[in-house]
Each structure stands twice: as C-alpha cells, then as structure tokens.
C-alpha cells in the first residue's frame, strides 16, 4: 500500500487535501480490505481491533462504520467455520470466553482456565476421590475477564448509539444462525467437512437442500459497502450511510466523550 494516497478529484475541487487523519483512516481501511482476501482468525480480528484503538479520532461515523467492518468479519469468519464443521473455532467466537480466572478460596492469585479443558480435568489432581461439581462449587470461584469476541462487538456497536437498528437486527440474526448451523450439522451427526461434502454429493435430493438451506453461507457485501461510504463520507465531507443513525452534531460529540472500548 503507498505510503500517501494521490490527491483525488473530489479533493482538489474542495481546494485542499485531506487531513493526516484522514489520510490514515482511508489506509486503515484499505489495508483492511486487503487482508479480509485471507482467512482471518481471533487473533487478527483482535489486532485489529487493538490498532484501532490507536487511531485518533476525527469522525466519530468513521470510527464506529470501521468497527462495524471488523465485526462483519468476524461473524463471517464465525459462519464459515460452522460450514465447515470446524465447531471449536466457531464456538470460540460466539460462546466460548477468550479468559476465565478461577480463584481458589483463601488464594488470591487467579488461575487461567484453559480454554478448551473442562474444570474437573484441569483440577483433576486436587480434586481426587471428591465429587468434582461439589469440589469447584465449594473451591473455586470463576470470572470471566474477557468475553467471546463477537458478543462483545456486538454489544459496543448496540451501546455506540450510532448504529442503526436495522443494521444490529442483520447482526443479531446473523449470530444466532451460527449456533443454529453448528446445532442442526450436530443433529444430523455431520461432524467434519468430509462428511459434510459426502453428504452433499451422495445424498438425497431432500437432504441436500435441506442441508444447504441450513448453512449460514454469509458473504461480505455489508463489510464492502461500509468501506465505501467511508471513503464517501472522507472525501465529501458529508453524506450519511444507511448503516448509521442520523444523529444532530451535538448528540455525536457527546458520545465521542462518553465511548469506552
């Protein structure tokens, strides 16, 4: 990606160029475009996010529209894993806590949960001969330090105030179908892409759609169109996105105040 943008039309017939914030912004979402080509996962999607959070902030609807995007893939990543019954990686996403600390009573310091162990199995040891739920119900006490990466997107874009509600409604669908796929490929017993692929080319004509009708199969035209009007909203000044609420000015400063990530 070059370094500075050329100076677009739309620019010069404003009689300047853009602000180095601006300039950044626009190369933060290029670049996004550019890495949304390979397969994404929690930890890109969360690098993301922390270098966003190093982004000054100009225009509140940039902000929240760049966001947005990070989240489109992140369900999109989420769908694609239950499609190919990859259920753990979906699961991490949606449901699964990216931390829990168990605390052990009269221990002050916490002790990470392995993310994909049971409670009995990590504390096998001190548990012994005891009834396991007795022992961590009477042992241990858990908290939850971060919550799965999508729920905790989704959350911020419905307290930004700025999103529109037929946006976060698209979301909100969109999450629960995950679970939906993950919960029909299980009662079907398809539980790895072979089987999957074996059922969609040997099956019956009935299971096959019924099969394919299941899937999540998510695109990224919301992530695209987002990155548009970006770039319409930097380079015009103006404009809105049907993404966005349309909120008076005073009401979009008083929440850049207030906005915690």
Request: charge should be neutral; charged fraction near 30%; hydrophobic fraction near 40%.
């Amino acid at each position: 990606m070059p370094a500075q943008l050329p100076i677009l039309i739309s620019e010069a017939r404003q009689g300047g160029r853009l602000s180095p914030i601006h300039h950044r912004w626009i190369d933060f979402n290029r670049q996004l475009t550019g890495d949304a080509r390979f397969l994404p996962n929690e930890r890109s999607i969360e690098e993301w996010l922390e270098a966003l959070k190093d982004m000054e902030i100009a225009d509140l609807r940039i902000f929240w529209l760049t966001f947005s995007r990070i989240a489109e893939l992140a369900i999109k990543q989420a769908g694609d894993y239950a499609d190919n019954c990859e259920f753990q990686a979906a699961g991490d996403l949606l449901v699964n806590p990216r931390r829990i600390d168990i605390y052990r009573r009269g221990c002050p310091t916490p002790i990470a949960k392995d993310r994909h162990r049971g409670l009995s199995d990590q504390f096998a040891q001190a548990i012994g001969d005891e009834n396991p739920v007795a022992w961590l119900c009477r042992e241990t006490i858990p908290h939850i330090r971060e919550a799965p990466l999508i729920p905790q997107l989704e959350r911020l874009l419905s307290t930004s105030e700025m999103m529109d509600s037929r946006y976060l409604t698209t979301l909100t669908v969109r999450m629960r179908r995950v679970a939906d796929t993950i919960a029909f490929l299980n009662a079907w017993q398809i539980d790895d892409w072979r089987t999957l692929l074996r059922r969609m080319e040997t099956g019956d004509p009935a299971d096959r759609r019924m099969i394919s009708v299941n899937l999540c199969r998510f695109d990224l035209d919301y992530f695209y169109a987002m990155g548009d009007d970006i770039e319409k909203l930097i380079l015009t000044h103006g404009g809105c996105s049907r993404f966005l609420r349309h909120l008076p000015f005073e009401k979009s400063g008083r929440i850049k105040q207030e906005m915690i990530i």
